[in-house]
């Protein structure tokens, strides 16, 4: 079982950035494809970012390609979000996912465990 913890959300303007992270128990970390999704008022959940268990291979949603970096460190139990250039449009509840394998995967039914989410909100 893993248990996945979010932080570094909050209000930002326009242009601004925001780094988020999430915290991971267990010993199998390192063994975790993770990823990011966010979720919109209304709207359904959407892929972000992924990266697989060494931490080099990462992708990206087309909609923050350029302006956001996943990173991990694996001695760390932890996954970031390094997003620039934010838009309004960015805002979201973001939540951080794991999988079961070393493989990075882009859609919602491809992750085993999820985090409660942080609120990130940009204002114009």
């Known amino acids: 079982q893993v248990q996945l913890v979010e932080s570094g959300g909050g209000l930002v303007q326009a242009g601004g950035s925001l780094r988020l992270s999430c915290a991971a128990s267990?010993?199998?970390?390192?063994?975790?494809?993770m990823g990011w999704f966010r979720q919109a008022p209304g709207k359904d959940r959407e892929f972000v970012a992924t990266i697989n268990w060494s931490g080099e291979s990462t992708y990206y949603a087309d909609s923050v390609k350029g302006r956001f970096t996943i990173s991990r460190d694996n001695a760390k139990n932890t996954v970031n979000l390094q997003m620039d250039s934010l838009k309004p449009e960015d805002t979201a509840v973001y939540y951080c996912?794991?999988?079961?394998?070393?493989?990075?995967?882009?859609?919602?039914?491809?992750?085993?465990?999820w985090g409660r989410g942080t609120q990130v909100s940009v204002s114009s």
């Open positions: 267990g010993r199998t970390f390192s063994r975790y494809a």
């Open positions: 996912a794991a999988r079961r394998v070393t493989t990075r995967a882009t859609t919602v039914p491809a992750y085993d465990y």
